[in-house]
């Protein structure tokens, strides 16, 4: 694998991490909670994972500029900028919310989860968005 791997990596640990999460919201509705533990675990586990192939390709590589042109262009960078503002919220909104979870401070762990699972949903979805508009278009 080489540096040029890693943004197909990266939207690749974001699908993963957005079926997860799907998957452990399934869990914990239906009550299974052991389940729902591991499941979130691998998505935090996945996630971490991506944002350590992000900072490697990103200090050695730097960004890609956009080339699209027209209103694809205004709904790439909307997607973008939502994507990056609420990115920068889920690894403190993540690892407080497992860290509630597995200390089995349930009250205050779902009340935290109703705000972390859409952002860091969100933020997994758009990312694999980002590298179809960017690589793929």
């Given amino acids: 694998m080489t540096l040029a791997d890693l943004p197909a990596v990266n939207a690749t640990l974001n699908a993963i991490s957005a079926v ?3 998957i452990g919201y399934r869990l ?3 009550r299974r909670i052991d389940a729902h533990r591991r499941v979130m675990i691998a998505a935090f586990a996945t ?4 944002l350590i192939c992000y900072v490697i390709y990103h200090a050695n590589v730097g960004s890609r500029p956009f080339t699209g042109q027209g209103p694809i262009r205004q709904v790439y960078f909307a997607v973008l900028i939502s994507h ?3 990115a920068a919220t889920v690894p403190p909104l993540a690892l407080i919310t497992l860290i509630r979870g597995l ?3 349930y009250d205050s762990h ?3 989860a109703r705000w972390t699972l859409p952002i860091w949903l969100y933020v997994s979805v758009t990312g694999v968005i980002v590298y179809v508009m960017l690589y793929q278009l």
Wanted: glycine fraction near 0%; aromatic fraction near 6%; hydrophobic fraction near 65%.
């Fill in 20 to 22: 997860l999460l799907v």
């Fill in 47 to 50: 996630s971490t994972l991506f």
């Fill in 28 to 30: 914990i509705r239906r």
């Fill in 103 to 105: 200390r089995a401070r």
């Fill in 110 to 112: 779902a009340r935290l």
């Fill in 84 to 86: 990056i503002v609420l």
